[in-house]
């Protein structure tokens, strides 16, 4: 890989492209003896598994000694062993029970081919059998499992919210009476919104199993992440001490040759400067090609399907231009929309090594198996550290060295990491986040667990939080039944019919707009009621499956919008205005860098009205003009993190400055500077927080910043953020200083989400009012 990496340096259309190396030594697998099953035994070497890996065994062991545990090692290193021993033994034994919950379909089918594959190799008698229970099986193939009784249940949270706890007590019975065994795959995927609600689904899925008198060990798998124990303590409901925390991966690899690609900038006519750089994608295909061309199996990891199917045709092309038919016809595009058997097709090729280049999604990230590739590029930092090492993950066949190529962006975190390596290479990772204490979302799951099973007192110990103001208020409204028996103080549910299926998991709120293709009635898509208002207005621009759509009307009062297909030469963008009020002042302190700085944190709603949208050339992204709009004004209650400026540090700025914008556009360049560094620290997207700089605020009486959760009762994003608020400033502030571009671009201050239209943004006196807080 040397060689390679050497020729690559010496094309003369790479030159000074590579801003970083990093190599990671390979190692020699280490082994822990480990007393099986003399069944099971046979089984795993029948699947080629004879022994097991000093972090398989460190799982194993902690859940045979009734543990819960955390499994946290990178992509590939065999975690499903450590959970697949101790499942299958208990089966053995006593016919126990074990529940395996992944977020995607596509892991379970994974799983139940590996899972059933070992079961039959402990024949028929063992009486241990799998069966996966999904949104995917029509009613006769459920009611078929529930008769066959499976030892090990695969699901999605999504089922054992809607299709199994609502019927534990009725159709579940066997399975929760013997269940010994809770796996949680990916529990680094239960964050946000969605992780909330999962939370509460997990919480009540231990209040069920309390009441059947099972007592699950809990087994978490998880990427690496900077807080994985405290994460799933969160997500399971579980206590943190109660935790054992398997890390280390034990398992052979060869070294890996990390480069961070940065693709070169170019001038806006008048030279360098501009802060704009080449295509990654061009970039990225380019690299490709020539790594296929080299002999590399390779796969490129790219965020959408229409990036994957496109790049993929013209890699396919330039290799046929090169005279490399062969290996053009054994280049693929990998995302989720293809069928089973299409994407199995791909899986086995490169497996076999019969393909040998590949455009993926995330599709591939995890839960395939692949076998081991020459290289990998990132076409694009995939928005955090751990989907970026876990997607480099798949590089590396046995102890064969690999290549892991990250071509940047030119977005502020893309650009950000090209400046700061170390921030990749070397800080702890992100953080996963969620908060099942969100009181928009615990009413819903409380009438959820009184109709799976009636409500006591304790069950605060499960919920926490808000759930006895909860009770009551659910009491008062007639939702909830309290009745005084025998056993003590009982609620009941007392609504008609099913209030799971009043419920997502995917949202907060249940308003939903339509959107449909005005030629046939066709649904196109749904959107929240406030996405729908940003993003689907009248004259909005929609793209979806790689088709763009105009809105041609928003009717909100049947929350249907119209789209008609176009190809317009621009893209539309909503300018907004926004006020925010201080409910609640939660927690404060002063920043341990500047004595006159209080940043605190509280309940706040903000209050938003859009106004208008502004079209924007696609080719140069000038405007090219703006329409008012009349729309409804939208209210979130949520969480914020705030501070004010000193009056010293804003006179330093302002005489600094010139002209009237510019301490507006100090606060609001450090605003949007803020925000786009929020997903370095935690696993989360920069449009799940926003952002207010306002030079007076009625709360304050003086400039104030604020940062909040763009969820209704906030998913704890901004309160983490708190903690660290010092870090997140630094950070921004070495971004700001590190920009090459002289006045503001997208690498540093711009956002395409901006409501005010990027303006006013001052970057160099953002800078300085950073560092006068911090330094």
Same mark, same amino acid.
């Given at each position: ?19 970083? @190396? ?23 070497? #029948? ?88 949104? @995917? ?51 680094? %995927? ?19 199993? %309390? ?71 061009? =970039? ?32 396919? #092309?330039?290799? @046929? ?60 930092? &995939? ?17 064969? &060295? ?11 975190? +893309? ?21 099942? =204490? ?20 304790? +069950? ?70 406030? +996405? ?131 301490? &507006? ?10 925000? #786009? ?64 571009? %002289? ?33």
């Amino acid at each position: 890989m040397d060689d390679t990496i050497r020729w690559l340096q010496g094309r003369p259309y790479y030159e000074g492209q590579i801003t970083e @190396r990093r190599t990671t030594t390979g190692r020699e697998a280490t082994f822990a003896d480990v007393d099986l099953d003399s069944r099971l035994a046979s089984a795993f070497e #029948s699947e080629g598994i004879d022994r097991l890996y000093d972090h398989q065994a460190a799982a194993v062991s902690a859940v045979r000694d009734g543990d819960n545990v955390v499994l946290a090692t990178p992509t590939a290193s065999g975690k499903s062993v450590g959970y697949t021993v101790p499942a299958f033994e208990r089966a053995l034994d006593d016919r126990a029970t074990t529940l395996y919950i992944a977020p995607q379909v596509a892991l379970i089918n994974d799983q139940e081919e590996t899972l059933s594959d070992l079961a039959h190799g402990l024949g028929f008698a063992s009486g241990v059998s799998v069966a996966q229970y999904t949104g @995917r099986q029509d009613r006769k193939e459920k009611e078929a499992i529930r008769d066959r009784q499976p030892t090990v249940l695969l699901t999605t949270p999504d089922m054992l919210h809607y299709g199994i706890m609502p019927h534990g007590h009725r159709l579940w019975d066997w399975f929760f009476e013997r269940l010994e065994t809770v796996v949680i795959d990916e529990v680094h %995927e239960y964050r946000g919104v969605f992780g909330s609600h999962v939370s509460l689904v997990f919480r009540r899925l231990a209040r069920l199993c %309390e009441r059947f008198d099972a007592d699950p060990d809990w087994v978490c798998c998880s990427a690496t992440t900077g807080n994985p124990v405290d994460h799933a303590a969160t997500v399971t409901g579980q206590p943190t001490e109660s935790f054992d925390l398997v890390t280390e991966d034990t398992s052979a690899t060869g070294p890996t040759h990390w480069l961070c690609w940065n693709p070169p900038e170019y001038g806006d006519g008048e030279g360098f400067g501009s802060g704009r750089r080449r295509s990654n994608h061009v =970039e990225t295909k380019r690299l490709f090609v020539d790594l296929v061309t080299k002999g590399h199996q390779t796969v490129v990891f790219t965020q959408s399907r229409q990036v994957a199917e496109r790049y993929a045709t013209d890699s396919a #092309s330039d290799l @046929r231009d090169r005279g490399e038919h062969d290996i053009a016809r054994s280049v693929e595009a990998y995302q989720a929309a293809l069928t089973d058997e299409r994407r199995g097709e791909i899986e086995d090729g490169l497996d076999s090594g019969e393909i040998r280049g590949v455009w993926s999604t995330n599709a591939l990230e995890l839960g395939v198996d692949i076998g081991g590739l020459d290289a990998v590029l990132l076409d694009g930092y &995939p928005g955090t550290r751990m989907a970026a090492f876990q997607q480099g993950g798949r590089a590396g066949r046995g102890t064969d &060295p690999s290549l892991v190529a990250m071509v940047a962006g030119e977005d502020q975190l +893309d650009q950000y990491l090209m400046a700061h390596p170390r921030d990749f290479f070397d800080e702890e990772p992100e953080e996963a986040i969620s908060n099942p =204490e969100n009181e928009h979302l615990m009413p819903d799951h409380v009438l959820a667990g009184a109709r799976e099973t009636w409500l006591q007192p304790d +069950d605060d110990d499960h919920f926490g939080g808000p759930f006895p103001d909860i009770v009551a208020d659910l009491t008062e409204s007639g939702d909830l039944d309290r009745r005084n028996t025998d056993a003590g103080l009982r609620w009941l549910y007392s609504g008609e019919g099913s209030p799971q299926h009043e419920m997502s998991l995917r949202t907060v709120g249940d308003r939903e707009v339509q959107l449909r293709d005005r030629r046939d009635g066709d649904r196109i898509a749904k959107l929240s009621f406030a +996405d729908a208002l940003r993003d689907a207005h009248p004259g909005a621009v929609y793209h979806h499956q790689g088709q763009d759509y105009e809105v041609v009307d928003l009717d909100l009062r049947s929350d249907v919008a119209d789209l008609a297909p176009v190809r317009p030469d621009y893209y539309t963008q909503v300018l907004h205005d926004k006020t925010i009020t201080v409910e609640n002042d939660r927690r404060e302190q002063v920043l341990p860098t500047h004595d006159d700085v209080t940043v605190r944190f509280a309940d706040v709603s903000m209050r938003k009205q859009i106004t208008g949208f502004e079209r924007y050339d696609r080719q140069s992204g000038e405007p090219i003009g703006q329409e008012p709009l009349e729309l409804p004004e939208t209210t979130l209650e949520t969480e914020a993190l705030y501070f004010t400026v000193p009056e010293a540090v804003e006179t330093d700025v302002r005489v600094a400055g010139d002209g009237p914008d510019a301490f &507006p556009g100090a606060i609001h360049a450090a605003e949007h500077g803020m925000i #786009s560094l929020f997903p370095l620290s935690f696993l989360c997207d920069r449009r799940d927080v926003g952002g207010l700089s306002t030079p007076l605020h009625p709360h304050t009486d003086c400039a104030t910043i604020f940062v909040y959760d763009g969820y209704p009762g906030g998913v704890g994003l901004t309160e983490r953020a708190y903690e660290t608020v010092v870090d997140l400033m630094e950070r921004t502030l070495g971004m700001l200083r590190d920009c090459p571009c %002289e006045s503001g671009c997208p690498a540093c201050v711009q956002s395409p989400h901006c409501g005010n239209a990027n303006d006013p943004l001052e970057k160099d006196l953002a800078a300085d009012l950073l560092g006068a807080l911090v330094e």
